[in-house]
């Protein structure tokens, strides 16, 4: 069974720095893909950034790159300078290939960051 | 461009009333549809997946139950509320089965069951 693991239930980061939002899988799978979603106060899921198991970059998405480390199964989310709609809170999740599981998305727990001015 | 309406998007219900929550998608065909469940300071938890008119595949066993009577909509039911079923319930879509297919999520529905 997949399994998202974010470890930090609240991080909090001053305006401008960056910040690092840890996350690790588990999976059995060869195919499989990783995303980032904010969630604000307002509850709706946003999507930030996606890292494919098998792309040797590492994403980007404007201030948002994904650390992504396939043999220590981890997919850390780096956001730079941080702003103060930052604050938020930030799911890892996973998707395997299709199949039986009809690409589900597993979640981890998620991580509450606060950012500072 | 495509979007995901749900409603209502708050709801006060008593134990042992009926549900329903209703989710819609525009602009895209024979979409992938989810339907999750965020308890307060959760993760989000995956209740029912449909990957086509009149399929539902239950995640978790529960007093719960969705249908998919049309390509784009998707109904979340049941016929006597907990007070375990509070929490919000998030629709989302995808179209494709590759890992690389994101989903799109809904604005939610916020139940509170008294």
């Known amino acids: 069974a997949q399994k998202i693991t974010q470890t930090q239930p609240g991080m909090f980061v001053q305006e401008k720095e960056a910040v690092t939002l840890d996350c690790t899988y588990d999976t059995s799978d060869q195919s499989y893909g990783l995303f980032w979603y904010k969630q604000p106060s307002s509850g709706e899921m946003i999507f930030l950034i996606y890292?494919?198991?098998?792309?040797?970059q590492n994403a980007t998405e404007g201030r948002y790159s994904l650390n992504f480390q396939k043999a220590r199964k981890s997919a850390n989310l780096v956001i730079s300078a941080s702003q103060l709609g930052d604050s938020a809170m930030y799911f890892c999740a996973m998707r395997d290939a299709g199949g039986t599981s009809y690409g589900k998305l597993t979640f981890g727990q998620g991580t509450i960051l606060t950012v500072h001015p | 461009s495509q979007t995901i309406h749900q409603w209502p998007a708050t709801l006060v219900q008593p134990v042992g009333s009926p549900l329903s929550l209703e989710c819609t998608v525009e602009?895209?065909?024979?979409?992938?549809l989810y339907w999750y469940r965020q308890a307060a300071g959760r993760g989000l938890q995956l209740l029912f997946y449909s990957v086509g008119i009149g399929q539902i595949s239950s995640e978790v066993p529960q007093n719960l139950s969705a249908s998919r009577p049309q390509d784009r909509q998707f109904i979340l039911s049941s016929k006597k509320l907990l007070l375990s079923d509070s929490g919000f319930y998030l629709c989302a879509w995808s179209v494709g089965l590759r890992p690389g297919n994101e989903q799109f999520f809904g604005p939610g529905t916020r139940l509170t069951v008294l």
């Open positions: 602009g895209t065909s024979n979409p992938n």
């Open positions: 890292q494919g198991s098998y792309d040797e």
